[in-house]
């Protein structure tokens, strides 16, 4: 027997030991037959196998991102504009109408990541710095967590929306003293606009796709799990997109989907029943159970700091969020919550316990996202329950520690992400980038979780929750595949399965912790092809990015 392709390497990361080893890696058709000493695999090499040898760069299975948002995330990582570097609501607006300006064919001016916490003035922006500078065209303005926007005047008037117009359910629209609408919309509010402006044809979304899968080949990762991004983003939700890219085979990348999770069984059953090839499948049903906590939406079980007479609130009824679970989990669908603030956490945790004793199931694997604020009670019962910790270390980076702090108060702050509490409290850790909230670069991720590194890159928050390189990797390969039932094919580089797999530029137990975030993908095989290579030149730089 003769393979398609052996890659070889000093270091080599299986995941099935705590170090890197030489090895080679050998692989046919779109599956690994073996792993083996790389005297052994001249065994395999034949005439028309391609062998690539990679020294002391680090080769690991690729990347599986255990929470993302694909289309959403395309379209503000490629067709919008980008307000993270903006320091002040003025300069967010110049930066919206230049682009504006440069983009003439685009009816709507969409963008993404503006965040008051990072602005010398930390009050939420108003819709009047919009329509002094673009008066005409309609604006709608994504805050970095994704859960409010900020619309200008026209945006506000095509959407219908003035003083009077009352806020769906777990939606604000904002108003001011005398009861003027100011262009802020909290959550379930923003679907009133996003349900024109998300309105792309056919061909956009294929750009979107496709602009996404490159995105992912490029940082070595081979899986990602699309979760359902609020009823802000049904509009961009088509998944007979994902089905067609997936049989003309042009997914580069495998596709585990969860869509809302809203009391429609039958539904969730009929596309259960049609995704389930091995690129592209429905993996379970996701809901938010709150907000956020800058948002003052996340659901604790103590009053907010700076804003005493709220504790936040559920997205849904909890009996009815309790019902849903019973129902789904009856099924057989695995079930993901959304769930920020520890009495969220808290309700997720018995929605699952209750589900599990009614209905005598075991082995589902549910997820909690986030868990940023958990009440160190509930720590335990992320082992005793059976749920996974699905978490985004990127998110330490996403703004100043302060904003938590002080809408939480110090006590509260000390158990936000709580990674390393978690794991050694039996609970399974899965990791993701929650992109387009943070960078979907997976290396990001693991600078974060290894440093703790807050918004400044100069200060540790909550230290002692570092965890290991070795169990942030497999957090970050083997945890997605367990999520979606797919350890026996993926996260780990084993004879018999299926060849995802990435190599890096060096060695990341070579070097220094803080170095990891400038370490690149070089090359990212799926299903045993090569999807992505780095420059032949680049191939061997020997040193991080």
């Given at each position: 027997?003769?393979?398609?392709?052996?890659?070889?390497?000093?270091?080599?990361?299986?995941?099935?030991?705590?170090?890197?080893?030489?090895?080679?890696?050998?692989?046919?058709?779109?599956?690994?037959?073996?792993?083996?000493?790389?005297?052994?695999s001249e065994d395999y090499a034949g005439e028309?196998?391609?062998?690539?040898?990679?020294?002391?760069?680090?080769?690991?299975?690729?990347?599986?991102?255990?929470?993302?948002?694909?289309?959403?995330?395309?379209?503000?990582?490629?067709?919008?504009?980008?307000?993270?570097?903006?320091?002040?609501?003025?300069?967010?607006?110049?930066?919206?109408?230049?682009?504006?300006?440069?983009?003439?064919?685009?009816?709507?001016?969409?963008?993404?990541?503006?965040?008051?916490?990072?602005?010398?003035?930390?009050?939420?922006?108003?819709?009047?710095?919009?329509?002094?500078?673009?008066?005409?065209?309609?604006?709608?303005?994504?805050?970095?967590?994704?859960?409010?926007?900020?619309?200008?005047?026209?945006?506000?008037?095509?959407?219908?929306?003035?003083?009077?117009?009352?806020?769906?359910?777990?939606?604000?629209?904002?108003?001011?003293?005398?009861?003027?609408?100011?262009?802020?919309?909290?959550?379930?509010?923003?679907?009133?606009?996003?349900?024109?402006?998300?309105?792309?044809?056919?061909?956009?979304?294929?750009?979107?796709?496709?602009?996404?899968?490159?995105?992912?080949?490029?940082?070595?990762?081979?899986?990602?799990?699309?979760?359902?991004?609020?009823?802000?983003?049904?509009?961009?939700?088509?998944?007979?997109?994902?089905?067609?890219?997936?049989?003309?085979?042009?997914?580069?990348?495998?596709?585990?989907?969860?869509?809302?999770?809203?009391?429609?069984?039958?539904?969730?059953?009929?596309?259960?029943?049609?995704?389930?090839?091995?690129?592209?499948?429905?993996?379970?049903?996701?809901?938010?159970?709150?907000?956020?906590?800058?948002?003052?939406?996340?659901?604790?079980?103590e009053p907010y700091r700076d804003k005493p007479?709220?504790?936040?609130?559920?997205?849904?009824?909890?009996?009815?969020?309790?019902?849903?679970?019973?129902?789904?989990?009856?099924?057989?669908?695995?079930?993901?919550?959304?769930?920020?603030?520890?009495?969220?956490?808290?309700?997720?945790?018995?929605?699952?316990?209750?589900?599990?004793?009614?209905?005598?199931?075991?082995?589902?694997?549910?997820?909690?996202?986030?868990?940023?604020?958990?009440?160190?009670?509930?720590?335990?019962?992320?082992?005793?329950?059976?749920?996974?910790?699905?978490?985004?270390?990127?998110?330490?980076?996403?703004?100043?520690?302060?904003?938590?702090?002080?809408?939480?108060?110090?006590?509260?702050?000390?158990?936000?992400?709580?990674?390393?509490?978690?794991?050694?409290?039996?609970?399974?850790?899965?990791?993701?980038?929650?992109?387009?909230?943070?960078?979907?670069?997976?290396?990001?991720?693991?600078?974060?979780?290894?440093?703790?590194?807050?918004?400044?890159?100069?200060?540790?928050?909550?230290?002692?929750?570092?965890?290991?390189?070795?169990?942030?990797?497999?957090?970050?390969?083997?945890?997605?595949?367990?999520?979606?039932?797919?350890?026996?094919?993926?996260?780990?580089?084993?004879?018999?399965?299926?060849?995802?797999?990435?190599?890096?530029?060096?060695?990341?137990?070579?070097?220094?912790?803080?170095?990891?975030?400038?370490?690149?993908?070089?090359?990212?095989?799926?299903?045993?092809?090569?999807?992505?290579?780095?420059?032949?030149?680049?191939?061997?730089?020997?040193?991080?990015?």
């Open positions: 027997m003769k393979a398609d392709l052996i890659l070889r390497g000093n270091k080599i990361f299986t995941g099935l030991a705590d170090q890197p080893e030489e090895a080679a890696v050998v692989i046919l058709g779109n599956k690994i037959v073996d792993v083996c000493s790389i005297e052994k028309e196998t391609t062998v690539l040898t990679y020294h002391d760069q680090l080769i690991l299975p690729g990347f599986h991102d255990a929470h993302l948002h694909v289309i959403l995330g395309s379209l503000v990582e490629n067709f919008s504009v980008s307000l993270g570097e903006a320091r002040s609501e003025e300069e967010a607006a110049a930066i919206v109408k230049k682009y504006a300006d440069s983009h003439p064919e685009e009816e709507w001016i969409i963008g993404f990541g503006w965040d008051r916490n990072a602005w010398v003035n930390k009050n939420d922006p108003h819709k009047s710095s919009l329509d002094r500078l673009l008066p005409d065209r309609p604006v709608f303005l994504m805050n970095v967590e994704a859960h409010y926007g900020w619309a200008n005047s026209c945006a506000l008037e095509r959407a219908k929306i003035d003083n009077t117009t009352p806020a769906p359910d777990f939606g604000i629209i904002e108003k001011d003293e005398n009861g003027e609408v100011t262009g802020i919309l909290h959550e379930t509010a923003m679907v009133l606009i996003t349900r024109m402006a998300y309105h792309f044809s056919r061909e956009k979304q294929e750009a979107m796709l496709t602009a996404f899968l490159s995105h992912t080949a490029k940082h070595g990762i081979t899986s990602v799990d699309d979760l359902y991004a609020s009823r802000a983003n049904e509009a961009l939700e088509d998944f007979g997109l994902f089905k067609a890219f997936d049989e003309q085979g042009k997914l580069t990348t495998r596709i585990h989907f969860y869509p809302s999770m809203n009391g429609d069984i039958e539904r969730a059953k009929a596309l259960r029943d049609e995704f389930r090839s091995e690129k592209l499948q429905m993996s379970g049903l996701k809901q938010f159970i709150d907000g956020v906590v800058t948002g003052h939406t996340a659901y604790m079980l007479g709220s504790h936040g609130e559920p997205a849904f009824p909890e009996e009815e969020i309790k019902k849903w679970v019973k129902e789904a989990e009856k099924e057989g669908f695995k079930i993901r919550f959304h769930a920020i603030g520890d009495r969220a956490i808290r309700l997720a945790l018995d929605s699952f316990m209750e589900a599990k004793k009614e209905n005598q199931t075991s082995g589902l694997r549910h997820a909690i996202e986030h868990v940023e604020v958990i009440h160190p009670a509930d720590i335990p019962r992320f082992a005793e329950v059976g749920a996974i910790a699905s978490m985004q270390p990127i998110h330490l980076a996403l703004m100043p520690k302060e904003s938590y702090t002080d809408v939480l108060g110090m006590e509260q702050s000390r158990y936000c992400y709580a990674i390393k509490t978690l794991q050694e409290a039996g609970a399974r850790l899965a990791f993701g980038s929650d992109f387009p909230v943070a960078p979907i670069n997976p290396l990001l991720g693991l600078h974060r979780a290894l440093t703790r590194m807050d918004y400044t890159g100069t200060e540790p928050w909550n230290e002692a929750e570092k965890i290991a390189l070795a169990d942030a990797i497999r957090s970050y390969t083997l945890g997605g595949a367990f999520g979606v039932h797919r350890e026996h094919e993926l996260g780990t580089l084993e004879m018999g399965k299926l060849a995802d797999i990435a190599v890096l530029d060096c060695d990341l137990f070579s070097i220094p912790a803080d170095e990891i975030k400038n370490a690149k993908t070089v090359l990212t095989v799926m299903d045993g092809k090569m999807v992505y290579e780095r420059e032949r030149s680049k191939r061997f730089a020997g040193s991080c990015g």
